[in-house]
């Protein structure tokens, strides 16, 4: 499904990522660890097309097409989801009317009709119950205002109403109180099927207590310098880094 | 253009706007008198006055319009009062003056070229209606195309005035109200905004050229939006607008002006007044959309929309202003409340966007005089290109206007770097029980805020304008509905491309 060969990035001139491999197949979980500074999220912006950052080196793939040159609502539309770490403020637009332009933008792009009026309602419905969103939540400006639980609950919503392929959770569990973490991790749970995958981005292992990941990657200085399953996650929950980067230098 | 044909245009013309009165003949009589009525005037076919203002054009213009005489001396104590008077500075926009004496003050009803096709249009102009979301009859009849079916509109008009003449509204041309109701434009005209009142208003009132009259009789509820749309004579605004609204005890109306297809009007001098008054539990709600022709991108060419529009609420009574602003090349307008009467309400919402290089200085007055009189002020203003925009808003608190509340809220909204906002508030009270808020932001469209509607699949473009909407809201739901939704594409079109 993603493909990711030795990809370099920077930013500023300042190398960030140093060469990452990374393969995630359909129906699978990855988590993406690593201490402060690693270059996490550097990875999730690049992988979702944030301009700000340069690819100098590597190459993209999604279900085998390079989209490394994509402009980010291309790789949207063909089914990347980054779950930001720190959702913006769109003040005046509803959460309603900004996942309706988005999805019907994304059909748009595939040559397909706008969703209908009470087909988008259904599922809007559907998806703010999976949730356990408040109805006059849909009606609020997007994010504004929002506490950092409910700013994570509507990310996972939105994944949820547009259905994406590789869903990019980007330190989705920071500022969550122990029942939204379960609330959004339930949610992805249950979205999780065959034919999507889900690549989790976090500091802390407690996330992974209820998304658990077939596969979890340790990056450190700009590269994956260890994978294991998921009892990795535990270990460095345990331990910390140090034990790795000693590993490394030895 | 042949003169035969400038005749007959000009009949169909006025037998449309319903004067049945008005006949070709006297037409034509009125054309074979004019040289000698008017020593200077030389060139029929053209129908318009030599450039330059003096006493005799004043009194030629009034003349035209066959005005009584009282009209005749009212245009002059203005323009004495005009000569006397000095262009204003203080606004915060920088534009060459024009040379008032190489303007021609009177031109017959602007007649484009007619096209016979839509084909012949600019096709920029036609993809601009398409946008907007304009018909093809009206697409046609913005455009300047003969059309086949005019019967259709002049249908339209006069189920529309039948209407209005059964509940006693009056709705018509300033220079009709003139001969047909001299006794209310007489009684109301200049008592908002005297002649005297600012510069541009005292050359308005001179030199005005025709507008529109609307009174709405006592405790009558307008039935539907009175707009110019639907005035049938009014092909292409006057340089000179005046406009006259009176609602009287108890009444009701809500009046639409503009357009939101862009108006392609040559007359770099547009200087509009518009008086509003609202008698005793009247409410007047008075909505603008202007696009006119805001220079091209380099900041060449553009109109200069110098406007006085005033209200005066008596007792109990509402009036409300909103205004979407997305065109001229420099704008200085201040649509105003005078809340004389006690309960008075007076509301301003506006939205204003400059791109390129256009100027706007614009805001409100609110003077509270009565008792309890209450205003809100909410302006958006939204910052593209190289352009300026400035909010510019007085509250003043009377020493009788025990109680009056006002709430003001500016936001600005800038787009790029090279663009800016200017706030400039004045609060004058000498009332101690007054209360008044005064908010104001200023944001960016963030990078961070487009990648992350881009991330879900929204294009830049689309972002901006859904950024743009969600700013403006507030705004835009004042609007009456069928404006609303073309306001909103107009925002996005006046924005496009001003994100690299």
């Known amino acids: 499904m993603l493909q990711i060969k030795n990809l370099h990035a920077s930013v500023e001139d300042k190398d960030i990522l140093k060469g990452i491999n990374l393969e995630i197949k359909a129906g699978e979980v990855h988590a993406i660890m690593g201490p402060n500074g690693a270059g996490k999220s550097t990875l999730s912006s690049i992988i979702a097309g944030n301009e700000n950052y340069e690819v100098t080196e590597g190459e993209i793939f999604l279900d085998g097409e390079e989209i490394s040159e994509l402009a980010p609502e291309e790789r949207a539309h063909k089914g990347v989801f980054l779950s930001f770490q720190y959702p913006v403020e769109i003040p005046g637009v509803s959460v309603t009317n900004f996942i309706k332009t988005a999805i019907n933008e994304k059909r748009k792009a595939n040559g397909e009709e706008e969703m209908p009026a009470n087909e988008m309602l259904k599922k809007i419905r559907e998806k703010s119950e999976l949730l356990e969103m408040d109805r006059k939540f849909l009606s609020r400006s997007l994010n504004e205002g929002f506490s950092g639980g409910e700013k994570k609950r509507n990310e996972i919503f939105q994944m949820a109403m547009l259905e994406p392929k590789i869903a990019i959770l980007d330190e989705t569990d920071s500022g969550l109180d122990i029942d939204a973490l379960r609330i959004v991790a339930n949610g992805v749970n249950k979205l999780k099927n065959e034919n999507n995958a889900v690549l989790v981005i976090t500091h802390y292992q407690r996330l992974l207590d209820y998304i658990v990941p077939d596969f979890v990657h340790v990056l450190m200085d700009g590269k994956i310098v260890k994978t294991g399953g998921a009892d990795l996650a535990l270990e460095l929950e345990e331990k910390g880094y140090d034990w790795i980067k000693q590993e490394q230098t030895a | ?500």
């Open chain 2, 1 to 500: 253009m042949h003169k035969e044909l400038v005749d007959v245009e000009r009949v169909s013309l006025y037998k449309s706007k319903n004067m049945s009165k008005y006949t070709e003949d006297d037409l034509k009589v009125e054309l074979e008198n004019k040289e000698y009525e008017y020593g200077f005037y030389t060139d029929i076919e053209s129908e318009t006055f030599p450039a330059g203002l003096n006493e005799d054009i004043v009194r030629a213009i009034s003349k035209k319009k066959n005005e009584p005489q009282w009209m005749t001396d009212w245009r002059l104590e203005a323009f004495r009062a005009w000569q006397q008077m000095e262009e204003p500075e203080w606004a915060n926009v920088n534009y060459e003056k024009p040379d008032f004496q190489a303007v021609s003050y009177y031109s017959a009803p602007k007649k484009k070229d007619k096209y016979a096709s839509l084909d012949e249009v600019d096709p920029e102009l036609l993809e601009t209606f398409k946008k907007l979301g304009i018909s093809l009859d009206e697409q046609k009849k913005l455009a300047g195309v003969a059309m086949d079916i005019v019967v259709d509109s002049v249908s339209v008009a006069t189920t529309f005035k039948k209407t209005l003449a059964e509940k006693g509204i009056i709705f018509m041309s300033i220079s009709e109200a003139i001969q047909e109701h001299p006794e209310l434009v007489k009684k109301y005209l200049g008592t908002v905004v005297p002649q005297k009142d600012n510069f541009y208003a005292a050359l308005n009132s001179a030199v005005f050229s025709d507008g529109s009259f609307c009174y709405i009789p006592k405790g009558v509820r307008c039935p539907m939006e009175l707009s110019t749309y639907f005035r049938i004579n009014q092909g292409g605004t006057g340089q000179f607008e005046r406009t006259l609204v009176i609602a009287d005890e108890g009444s009701y109306v809500s009046y639409l002006e503009g357009c939101t297809a862009p108006s392609r009007d040559e007359n770099q001098l547009h200087a509009a007044v518009v008086e509003l008054i609202a008698l005793d539990d009247a409410e007047i709600k008075y909505s603008t959309v202007q696009n006119w022709y805001p220079g091209n991108k380099e900041g060449k060419g553009g109109v200069f929309n110098f406007v006085t529009k005033r209200g005066l609420c008596e007792k109990n009574a509402k009036i409300s202003w909103t205004q979407v602003e997305t065109g001229s090349a420099v704008t200085w307008k201040y649509p105003s409340c005078v809340l004389k009467g006690d309960n008075s309400i007076g509301e301003f919402y506006s939205i204003a966007v400059t791109n390129n290089f256009q100027q706007a200085d614009t805001g409100t007055k609110m003077i509270h005089l009565g008792k309890n009189t209450k205003s809100t002020i909410i302006s958006k203003g939204i910052s593209a290109g190289k352009s300026q925009n400035s909010y510019r808003g007085l509250v003043q608190i009377g020493a009788r206007a025990e109680n009056a509340r006002n709430f003001s809220q500016c936001d600005s909204l800038l787009m790029g770097n090279n663009c800016g906002a200017h706030t400039f508030p004045y609060i004058e009270s000498k009332n101690a029980s007054a209360k008044i808020e005064h908010e104001a932001t200023t944001s960016k469209i963030g990078e961070d805020q487009v990648f992350y509607c881009n991330q879900r699949g929204i294009p830049t473009e689309k972002a901006i304008a859904l950024i743009v909407n969600g700013f403006s809201k507030e705004v835009l739901n004042k609007l009456p509905m069928e404006f609303a939704v073309e306001a909103q594409k107009l925002l996005e079109i006046s924005l496009e491309g001003s994100v690299g």
